[in-house]
């Protein structure tokens, strides 16, 4: 029984990565042996307090704005969306004159929150954004130096010609 125990198959269980064939083993072996049984309730155990250690405290702040969105969604009217129908009048347009309505949003927050990869990639593609202006500007004044040349020598062979 040790040998099944220590197999790898209970960890599996307790995960939930085991196959169904798996599963029903694990509980008809749980049924007959104690052991078994313990094996598991000590690893139920030893996951749980693994996720304890692991978990991230919420915000002091989360649990009113949740129930406080939970009281908003409870007392609201309990209507049956509309299903819309394309060229069907459902007269909304007659009370906003044609005009297209829009549900104001509010929010909390000023900044936007993005992922540390993301503020590194937004500071290189700004820094190749400068660079390629850079590069931009010098070849546009380069183009500007080379057709003034261009004219010049323009210029000078029209006036070898007429001498000629």
Same mark, same amino acid.
């Given at each position: 029984m040790q040998?099944?125990?220590?197999s790898g198959i209970l960890e599996t269980y307790v995960m939930g990565c085991a196959s169904e064939q798996e599963a029903r083993e694990v509980l008809s072996m749980k049924?007959?042996?104690p052991e078994v049984k313990n094996a598991l309730i000590e690893l139920e155990n030893d996951m749980e307090r693994l996720a304890a250690s692991m978990a991230i405290e919420p915000p002091h702040n989360l649990w009113p704005q949740i129930a406080h969105e939970i009281n908003e969604i409870v @007392?609201?009217?309990h209507n049956q969306p509309q299903i819309y129908r394309e060229g069907i009048n459902t007269g909304k347009e007659e009370n906003t004159g044609g005009k297209p309505q829009y549900i104001d949003v509010e929010s909390e927050a000023t900044h936007m929150r993005i992922h540390k990869v993301w503020r590194w990639v937004f500071a290189a593609v700004f820094v190749l954004?400068?660079?390629?202006?850079g590069f931009a500007i010098y070849y546009y004044l380069e183009n500007r130096q080379m057709n003034e040349q261009v004219n010049? @020598?323009?210029?000078?062979l029209k006036q070898i010609k007429s001498t000629k």
């Open positions: 040998e099944y125990i220590n049924e007959k042996y @007392l609201r009217e954004g400068k660079i390629f202006l010049e @020598l323009k210029t000078e």
